[in-house]
């Protein structure tokens, strides 16, 4: 029963998604370009500096990755809200489809399209990054798509609170961007005051970059089943507290 | 016969404020039946109780023998549904709304091709939601509310914002609905609209029906007066009126007379009169009441007030 209508509907709405005038560039492109210049230019200076080397190694890949998850995210938020504010999701929802339906499709569409742009940032990079890319690439795929498998639930829970659509992206953004920045990426956790540290320790992207960042060295997933489960322990904590809170009108 | 919807004693509140209050009716196989009163009376929430996307907090409600709450996606297989104001994805098509809505139930859809040619979309079929006209989207959504053969059709405010002509094209395809043996249940604040589709409609204002009967037999319950206003420079004629039986009151501005009373008969006795004792006439006209007259006087105002 929980499938019927899925594929029509995942189908359907990336469709509708290719069809939005800056959608595919602003989420598919824009990634791209991003890694591509910022490594370039970082790459100059690789011979001079040690950390820029160590960065433009695995930081930078893995920062575009987690930036691809997170447009993701946000696009989630506001088509959500989109949806509600129009009153789609409950016109979809007065059809036997249920609302695990309704959500799970936007949830695929979501990762095909981190799939989609990771495929390109990395094809992309073999030929135009300034360091070469040894990258295994399912895994890293899969990695990622965990990722924004977890955080995409964080974003049904920000859909919850956002009062108008156009609210969403900077709501969103306000809420999503600073976990960036305490998320171990930067710097070392270890290196962080102590309020900061509990923070990272809390941030679901801090488990996201755990995992990214290891695969992307070539780690073993036996080495990241801790952040794999955490990962996994954040989706079922949202999605628990989405099924309370969320609205469909 | 059972009747397809039952409603008994349904109460739902929004905090503090009481959206229906001990609200009961019932609906007949295959007629279509309308739920009146102004904005906020009580419509929509009384129709989505009914649709299952509201839980009552009191009374029962049975549609088709379900329970509409407990047994939602059982019922929604067998009704279609129209949602005031609602909208689809802006750049969904014609056609991929109509192929998805086809997908989702669990008994065979009827002809997709067909039913948009029904409804004048074929030219339309590849056209996104967002370039559709008002007309065509309420045409969009009737497809999608007819898309899985429905014994029970729910239309809420359904030509709202339409323009006259588009209206009278949408009344004529939800009597189509009905002439395919359907069951429709709709809302409306457009007293005309109430008057010239439904066969019985129910009165309701601030969340409690006031009243249910066709509206030919409303009218006659609560506004019997009728009026017949006609000009004549006959001197005779206001002393031959007041003669006819039954009529309450003549009044005369001018040469303009208008004859009011509460028989039926009053227009056929007036022409009598009129022939009987030769009287010319320059103008001739009837006043019959409505629902809209009928709402006003037993709720002391207007509907769109």
């Known amino acids: ?249 | 016969m059972n009747p397809v919807i039952q409603v008994s004693g349904v109460r739902k509140t929004y905090g503090s404020t009481i959206a229906v209050d001990e609200v009961s009716f019932e609906v007949h196989d295959g007629e279509i039946f309308g739920l009146i009163g102004p904005n906020g009376a009580g419509k929509t929430t009384t129709m989505e109780c009914i649709e299952g996307l509201r839980k009552p907090d009191r009374g029962s409600i049975s549609v088709l023998g379900f329970d509409p709450f407990r047994q939602v996606y059982k019922l929604q297989d067998r009704i279609g549904v129209q949602l005031q104001q609602a909208q689809l994805q802006k750049r969904i098509k014609v056609w991929e709304a109509v192929d998805l809505w086809a997908s989702l139930y669990q008994k065979k859809a009827v002809d997709a091709e067909n039913l948009l040619e029904q409804l004048g979309l074929t030219d339309k079929r590849n056209a996104w939601f967002m370039n559709l006209s008002g007309g065509q989207k309420q045409r969009l959504f009737i497809a999608l509310a007819l898309i899985n053969d429905p014994e029970v059709v729910f239309l809420d405010e359904l030509t709202t914002g339409l323009d006259p002509q588009a209206r009278r094209a949408i009344w004529d395809l939800v009597r189509g609905i009905r002439e395919r043996g359907k069951t429709v249940f709709l809302t409306t604040h457009l007293m005309e609209e109430a008057e010239r589709l439904c066969d019985r409609v129910a009165i309701i204002e601030h969340g409690r029906i006031i009243d249910i009967d066709s509206p030919r037999n409303l009218v006659d319950r609560h506004c019997p007066e009728r009026a017949v206003i006609l000009s004549t420079a006959d001197p005779l004629a206001e002393t031959r009126f007041r003669s006819i039986k039954g009529v309450e009151s003549v009044t005369a501005v001018g040469t303009e007379f208008t004859i009011s009373g509460r028989n039926d008969d009053l227009v056929t006795d007036v022409i009598q009169c009129l022939s009987e004792n030769s009287i010319r006439v320059t103008d001739f006209r009837t006043i019959l009441p409505n629902l809209e007259d009928v709402f006003l006087k037993l709720t002391g105002h207007s509907i769109r007030e």
């Not at chain 1, 189908?11 to 069809?19: A, D």
């Not at chain 1, 695990?100 to 936007?106: E, M, R, S, V, W």
């Not at chain 1, 990622?144 to 659509?165: E, H, K, N, Q, R």
Request: charge should be positive; aromatic fraction near 10%; hydrophobic fraction near 55%.
């Open chain 1, 1 to 249: 029963m929980m499938l019927r209508g899925l594929w029509k509907l995942t189908w359907v709405e990336v469709k509708i998604f290719l069809r939005e005038p800056l959608g595919a560039i602003g989420t598919v492109v824009i990634p791209v370009l991003v890694f591509i210049g910022t490594g370039r230019a970082l790459g100059r200076k690789i011979p001079d500096s040690v950390s820029a080397g160590s960065f433009v190694r695995v930081g930078l890949p893995v920062l575009a990755s987690l930036l691809i998850a997170i447009s993701a995210v946000l696009s989630l938020v506001t088509i959500i809200s989109i949806y509600r504010e129009g009153g789609i999701l409950k016109r979809l929802r007065a059809t036997p489809l249920r609302p695990q339906t309704i959500l799970t499709a936007h949830v695929i569409v979501k990762l095909i399209l981190t799939a989609a742009t990771l495929l390109l940032m990395l094809l992309a990079g073999k030929r135009y990054y300034p360091v070469g890319i040894h990258v295994r690439f399912l895994s890293f795929t899969f990695a990622l798509l965990i990722s924004t498998w977890s955080i995409l639930s964080i974003g049904f829970l920000i859909a919850s609170i956002v009062p108008t659509a156009r609210f969403a992206q900077p709501i969103g953004a306000i809420i999503m961007y600073p976990m960036i920045a305490v998320c171990g990426l930067f710097s070392p956790i270890a290196s962080l005051p102590p309020f900061l540290h509990a923070l990272a320790r809390v941030n679901p992207l801090t488990y996201a970059v755990q995992l990214l960042q290891g695969i992307w060295v070539g780690d073993p997933w036996s080495a990241h089943l801790a952040d794999v489960a955490a990962l996994v322990l954040i989706f079922a904590v949202c999605t628990a507290l989405s099924a309370k809170v969320f609205r469909w009108e």
